[in-house]
Every structure is written in structure tokens, then in C-alpha cells.
């Protein structure tokens, strides 16, 4: 049998990218200033921060969910997030998914309690006073499925 396991080639750490100015030093605090990126990521960055699309293809455990949720949440810090709007619609297959990603959100959010972007899901599972509260009052983020879309 041959197995390959490609390592992922190592980037910056966003407290990096904060000091030369390509990210918000508060995309930093949120994401952790220390984690190391893979270049992938660092990539991804790059071609989000010229408005360009781009698809993201890698193994699992590479950091995919970074790749997006990294210029969207530096995006959001620097265009009012005081202003509660929907800017970023994350459309996932599977409420398994969305759970992931919404406690990988809670995670980071420890690194920075103080975050002023706010996210939140919207599944069949939501309880009818959390789809108000959402209506009321927008997250920034929006993670959701197909159906509910």
C-alpha cells in the first residue's frame, strides 16, 4: 500500500498579517494572533482581499473553514459592524455542518469575548423565539442549509 500525506506548507500567523497591515488587528485577536496558517490560507486571503473568487479544494483537517471565514470576518470588522446586517450567507448540506462551524465560531469567540461581529444559525432546528430574535436583529453571519435558505 502507498499512502501519501502531503504536509501543508506553513504561512504567517494572523498577528503577522495584522502587523503588515493585511488584516485587522481584531480578525487577528478573534482568530488567535499565534495559530500558524497554511499558505493555502494565507492564498485565499490574498485573492478575497482583491474580490476575487476562488475555490478551495484540500484534505480534511487542512483549515478549508479558515480560508472563508477569516476574510469575512476581517471584511465585516472593517465596514461598521455596529451595523447589524446579514453580510455573509454560509449555505452548508448538512445541519451537522453548520453546528461544527457555529462552535468553531464560539471557540474563536473566546479569544476575543469583546468581538463585535456576531453570528448565528438558521435550521429547521432553530426554535421559533431564535428565528424572531433573528429577524429582530440580524448576525453578521448567517450559517444555514439548502432548505432554509
Known amino acids: 500500500m502507498l499512502q501519501l500525506n502531503p504536509s501543508l506548507e506553513a504561512g504567517p500567523t494572523p498577528g503577522d498579517l495584522a502587523a503588515d497591515g493585511i488584516l485587522h488587528n481584531e480578525t487577528a485577536a478573534f482568530f488567535g494572533e499565534n495559530i500558524r496558517l497554511y499558505r493555502h490560507q494565507e492564498e485565499a486571503l490574498a485573492i478575497a482581499r482583491r474580490g476575487e473568487p476562488y475555490i478551495v479544494t484540500t484534505g480534511t483537517g487542512s483549515g478549508k473553514s479558515l480560508t472563508y ?11 461598521n459592524p455596529e451595523e447589524h446586517q446579514v453580510r455573509a450567507l454560509i449555505v452548508y448540506p448538512m445541519n451537522a455542518l453548520i453546528n461544527s462551524q457555529e462552535q468553531a465560531l464560539n471557540n474563536f469567540l473566546k479569544n ?38
Not at 471565514?69 to 465596514?79: E, F, G, K, T
Not at 421559533?128 to 448567517?142: K, N, V
Open 69 to 79: 471565514l477569516v476574510p469575512i470576518y476581517d471584511a465585516i470588522v472593517r465596514s
Open 112 to 149: 476575543l469575548p469583546s468581538s463585535k461581529v456576531r453570528f448565528d444559525q438558521y435550521t429547521g432546528q432553530t426554535r421559533q423565539e431564535d428565528r424572531q430574535r433573528i429577524l429582530d436583529d440580524p448576525p453578521h453571519i448567517l450559517l444555514t442549509n439548502y432548505v432554509m435558505l
